[in-house]
């Protein structure tokens, strides 16, 4: 209680020295600690935010923390440039800056100017906050980064530029980020800055090689190189216009390729990841088939995500290798997601890489419940899935279905086979019958008449004698 006493007091001593010798007009405090929660609809309550004294672990000193949102706060009439000593985390997201103020707060650890309608970044805009280690200018309308923006923001780790119209970001513009790990860049205009560099993404802006998560969805993208990022961890270029993405660094764990017009998933669209756990591919338009040797290369792949990726039919027996024949299918696979996929069947072969499978989600697929897949049932895994097919089966839970039901149209008892055997047999000697039947009914036949005719017809019986000259 005393130190937040003792902080009180100081941060209203260093206001009054600041307001002397200046017009009342010139400054405009952001705290009012004597009435913390002014509505700021309130007439002449919107220039104050509300401000919270917190004690910060782990030593218990206490912090400023200062929220403005949507208080109405614009360029014009906002002149709090100076924060109260101690505050460490400033949101003044949803008003109308057209710019950033240039704050002052040397202990200033996280900033939000989200939703404004900011249009410029002036250069050295943050020299006054350098123990910032969070920025956030999403959601605005900024066009261009030059390359003194971030000066003197060496400390800073994560910086967030989502959602704005960026089509040009000078060269080494983030040089002087040292310590950056996070930074996004999602939906922004800048397949025609990145598509075109020579150099990839760090060599080009700078970019430290500490770097450990990139985000980069929606940026128009057609070719993307990351080689440099040896600090890379995480990788997310979902809904852009990719077709092959080879130009990645091997250390990556998670990568997030969805919305990418893909038709095949070949041996050649990845690189080959040896650190690979998470790879997303949810919601591709044209995605209907894994290839063979699609997913090789991955022996660390714990979880396939192909949610919504509403045309892939099928997967290929050996997408992980062929284990059988040359022992290649080595994966750590735990968890399958084709939610919402056009997946009918899988095939055994793919048995091998499912050794560790925990999570099969088939739901919303219209699985072919025969024996095709009644492989699946060694693995006790809970599917999700309802049978499409065969009718008798249609509609009920996949997990609920006993494996003798699990047949296919070609696959009978051996009862079954003998009825079809003599039946056949049967079948083969009635049609020989019946075409002998046929035969003898349609052959012609000797028809013979037998007439009497007189003893001076020329048809009368004649009587032949030996003639007796031969015997002289």
């Not at 924060?83 to 003044?92: E, K, N, T």
């Not at 980064?145 to 923001?153: A, H, I, P, Q, R």
């Not at 790879?279 to 290839?291: H, R």
């Amino acid at each position: 209680m005393f130190g937040k006493l003792c902080l009180l007091i100081n941060i209203l001593t260093s206001f009054a020295v600041i307001v002397v010798g200046q017009k009342d007009e010139e400054l405009t405090k952001l705290c009012n600690f004597d009435k913390p929660l002014i509505d700021p609809a309130e007439e002449n309550g919107g220039k104050y935010c509300d401000c919270d004294v917190e004690n910060s672990p782990p030593w218990g000193i206490p912090v400023v923390i200062i929220n403005c949102q949507d208080h109405h706060l614009q360029n014009d009439i906002f002149r709090a440039e100076i924060l109260p000593q101690g505050s460490i985390r400033l949101d003044v997201s949803y008003n109308k800056f057209s710019s950033v103020p240039n704050f002052v707060g040397d202990k200033l650890k996280y900033l939000s100017v989200r939703n404004n309608v900011i249009t410029t970044l002036r250069d050295k805009n943050f020299a006054n906050v350098t123990s910032l280690l969070e920025l956030d200018l999403s959601e605005n309308k900024i066009t261009t980064v030059s390359s003194d923006v971030f000066v003197g923001l060496t400390l800073l780790r994560k910086l967030n530029l989502a959602q704005n119209s960026i089509a040009t970001i000078q060269g080494n513009a983030l040089s002087t980020l040292m310590n950056l790990e996070h930074l996004v860049l999602s939906n922004n205009p800048l397949g025609s800055l990145l598509n075109t560099s020579e150099n990839d993404i760090f060599l080009k802006l700078g970019v430290t090689p500490r770097l450990n998560i990139i985000e980069l969805e929606s940026c128009s993208l057609v070719n993307i190189d990351l080689t440099n990022g040896i600090g890379l961890d995480s990788v997310i270029m979902s809904f852009n216009q990719l077709t092959q993405i080879q130009k990645l660094p091997k250390g990556i764990t998670h990568l997030d390729v969805s919305g990418n017009p893909i038709r095949v998933m070949t041996a050649k669209f990845l690189p080959h990841l040896f650190n690979l756990q998470i790879l997303t591919m949810e919601d591709m338009p044209n995605l209907y088939k894994l290839d063979e040797y699609a997913l090789f290369g991955l022996p660390r792949l714990v979880r396939l995500n192909l949610q919504g990726s509403r045309n892939l039919t099928f997967i290929d027996p050996h997408a992980f290798g062929k284990n059988v024949i040359l022992n290649e299918t080595d994966t750590a696979l735990e968890e399958l997601i084709l939610k919402g996929t056009n997946i009918r069947t899988l095939n055994s072969s793919l048995q091998f890489a499912f050794e560790k499978i925990t999570l099969l989600d088939l739901a919303g697929t219209p699985l072919s419940c025969d024996c095709e897949i009644r492989w699946l049932k060694e693995f006790n895994v809970s599917t999700h899935a309802s049978c499409s097919k065969p009718a008798s089966l249609r509609g009920q839970q996949f997990s609920d279905i006993d494996v003798s039901q699990l047949q296919c149209q070609v696959e009978k008892s051996w009862i079954y086979t003998l009825f079809n055997v003599l039946l056949g047999v049967l079948l083969i000697v009635l049609v020989i019958v019946a075409g002998y039947l046929v035969y003898v009914t349609i052959r012609p036949r000797q028809q013979v008449q037998l007439r009497k005719v007189g003893s001076s017809s020329p048809y009368a019986r004649v009587t032949i004698e030996p003639n007796q000259a031969e015997n002289l």
